[in-house]
């Protein structure tokens, strides 16, 4: 029989039926009729040849060493990557949120009526601990109020600022940076001052570095989002856990 040099490099099997079957010859059980069969179609079918080579280099890749096997993922590794990939999305919103939201004050002296809290300052809240040396005041508008003397003082030292502004909000002027872990009193008095309400606005707030700022919005930040932030870091430890165990076994 004559073969065609066109069939030795063509690299579809010139015959999938019977190529289809081309594993049979590894197996011991073959009969030898067709395991014949079987080898003659090699001589012939490029394609089925490069199969059979590349088997083999996976095969010898394998045993020693070089290659491994991937098993598919079971349901129960799929449930806790599941688990682990949701906790870190948790994780890192609560975290994201609670540097984001204003922290909630360690306690509140504000008269509430019909459901509606007094009107306070609202930023710095009271006894808050913040990095920057500039920050940004912002209080509750007063009906009726052309503007508003904004104040800060040191407790400690010799600081005190002063400005009038007609909006609900101040930033420290450049030339009157805070000076660094001291506390303040900052007091805001409306124009005309019958305005304010009984107390005034008045609030206290600490300079500090970025570590303790990051520690009080972590102990002080908004509750939801801290409860967040704790489930999503258990969700993500029991994931990893859940995916490393099976390998220690």
């Known amino acids: 029989m004559e073969t065609d040099v066109a069939d030795l490099n063509h690299y579809e099997c010139i015959d999938p039926q019977v190529g289809g079957e081309i594993w049979r010859l590894d ?3 073959t009969e030898p009729a067709l395991a014949e069969r079987l080898r ?4 012939y079918c490029a394609a089925c040849r490069i199969v059979r080579a590349l088997d083999a280099e996976i095969a010898a890749g394998v045993q020693e060493g070089e290659l491994t096997i991937a098993r598919p993922i079971s349901r129960s590794r799929q449930g806790f990557l599941w688990l682990g990939g949701l906790g ?37 809240v009271s006894n808050e601990v913040i990095a920057g040396v500039r920050p940004k005041l912002k209080w ?6 052309r503007a508003y003397d904004v104040s800060i003082r040191s407790v400690e030292g010799e600081y005190a600022w002063q400005e009038r502004t007609e909006d609900a909000s101040l930033q420290v002027a450049r ?72 390998r220690r076994r």
């Open 140 to 145: 509750t508008p007063l009906p009726g109020a």
């Open 27 to 29: 197996d011991p059980a």
């Open 40 to 43: 003659l179609h090699c001589q």
């Open 175 to 246: 030339e009157a940076a805070l000076p660094q872990n001291q506390r303040f009193r900052v007091g805001v008095t409306p124009i005309p001052a019958h305005l304010a309400p009984e107390g005034g606005l008045r609030s206290t707030f600490r300079t500090g570095t970025s570590l303790e700022t990051l520690i009080y919005r972590l102990t002080h930040g908004s509750v939801t989002a801290m409860a967040a932030g704790v489930v999503g870091t258990l969700a993500l430890i029991v994931g990893a856990v859940g995916l490393t165990w099976p």
């Open 88 to 124: 870190a999305t948790a994780m890192a919103a609560g975290l994201a949120t609670i540097m984001v939201l204003p922290p909630t004050a360690p306690s509140s002296t504000q008269i509430t009526r019909s459901g509606e809290s007094a009107p306070a300052i609202e930023r710095p």
